[in-house]
């Protein structure tokens, strides 16, 4: 029985080497940075979860699941392996032929040799199913997907794994490529960014005065991809220089707010950069966050600063704000650098006069959203801002 068993298992191995073809494909010019021996492990790993994944959704049930993160409003654009394997947390429940399907097929895997407990091993490192574009932007009736892993050496591309009937094709998955085909993408874990929200949160004092003036970063547009494909979502960072003036030395001094974290989908950045209007809101992603708990009258300039946050070194960049004690005193202004980490997306100064006379009241050739005139930090990042004033 037991040389029967590995007959078969031999006899399964050769016929999947033997289904894989390769798509003709234009030389490697991508720059792969080396990778550590836990990397490598990594990227093994999420590569066997994508062939994996590739066979297990060619049934219909699991299809038929997975509609869910691909319709246009869709309400989340990732599936957690932490929250599919664990069968009481309700995702589990909604995706019960995507688990089984691959619990199933990492046992068929894990006898041909490959990574033991590798559905163990995805869910423990946080990895996650990602689909970063709707159906929408693809021809009716399209429901294949390509399915391809992070290459964890690059951002840019990949090899990913697609049905052509019975066939399997290796094909180099990009961003150009999504233009043309539908994508699920398994990715490792994201940085965790729960310490920034609550910084963010922590800032946001309880501002008293008469009257408050409460501007928000309202809805937000990007056209720049900030990286190739496999960076996912965008981790916008948006960021207020302010004048702050010493009571006691009467010197005014640049401060840096906590910056404002913004998961810019993936989706939206494609709609904008293509100039679609239909899909994705034309690329207005809301966000209506805090940007100034008050701006009182005193602040007379402040600047706003917006990157798409990378592990990078820290670049500075300098701007000029200014602070007004009252009616009867002269303007003070001051030069401060700000830091940030990543792809540059910008950095405005902001007269406060200008600004609150201007924005629901556009001057001439300003662009409006929503009643609202729409602000610019550079030719691909636009944002509206509504005011409230509180007595």
């Given at each position: ?69 691909s319709r246009e ?68 009736g399209n429901k ?114 906590t910056v404002i ?131």
């Amino acid at each position: 029985m037991k040389k029967l068993i590995c007959l078969i298992s031999v006899c399964l191995l050769v016929a999947s080497c033997e289904k894989y073809e390769t798509e003709p494909v234009s030389q490697d010019q991508t720059f792969k940075r080396p990778l550590s021996d836990s990397e490598m492990l990594l990227k093994t790993n999420l590569d066997q979860a994508a062939q994996i994944l590739a066979d297990v959704i060619q049934d219909e049930s699991v299809m038929n699941e997975l509609d869910v993160l691909s319709r246009e409003g869709r309400e989340f654009y990732n599936i957690p392996f932490s929250e599919l394997m664990d069968e009481s947390k309700s995702l589990s429940a909604s995706f019960r032929n995507l688990r089984d399907g691959f619990l199933n097929a990492c046992s068929s895997s894990e006898s041909k040799g490959n990574s033991p407990n590798l559905a163990g091993f995805l869910a423990k490192n946080d990895c996650y199913i990602y689909c970063p574009y709707p159906a929408s932007f693809y021809p009716k009736g399209n429901k294949s997907y390509t399915v391809v892993a992070h290459p964890i050496d690059n951002d840019v591309e990949n090899t990913g794994y697609r049905y052509d009937g019975k066939r399997i094709l290796k094909v180099k998955v990009n961003e150009e490529y999504t233009d043309k085909y539908m994508v699920l993408m398994v990715m490792p874990k994201d940085e965790d960014r729960d310490d920034l929200w609550k910084a963010y949160s922590d800032s946001q004092s309880n501002t008293k005065a008469d009257p408050i003036y409460v501007v928000k970063i309202g809805k937000v547009w990007c056209a720049d991809y900030c990286g190739g494909l496999f960076e996912g979502e965008l981790e916008l960072k948006i960021a207020r220089g302010y004048p702050e003036y010493n009571l006691t030395t009467g010197a005014v001094t640049g401060k840096m707010s906590t910056v404002i974290p913004i998961d810019y989908p993936r989706s939206y950045a494609k709609a904008a950069i293509k100039g679609w209007t239909v899909h994705s809101n034309g690329g207005w992603y809301p966000e209506f966050t805090n940007w100034d708990t008050n701006w009182r009258p005193e602040k007379v300039q402040q600047c706003i600063l917006v990157y798409e946050y990378d592990k990078v070194k820290e670049s500075t960049i300098s701007t000029n704000l200014g602070y007004k004690k009252d009616n009867v005193s002269p303007t003070i202004t001051t030069t401060f650098k700000m830091t940030y980490s990543g792809d540059f997306l910008g950095l405005a100064e902001w007269d406060r006069a200008w600004f609150m006379r201007t924005n629901s009241n556009p001057e001439p050739g300003d662009e409006v959203k929503d009643g609202l005139t729409v602000r610019k930090t550079c030719s691909k990042f636009k944002l509206t801002t509504p005011l409230s004033i509180y007595y």
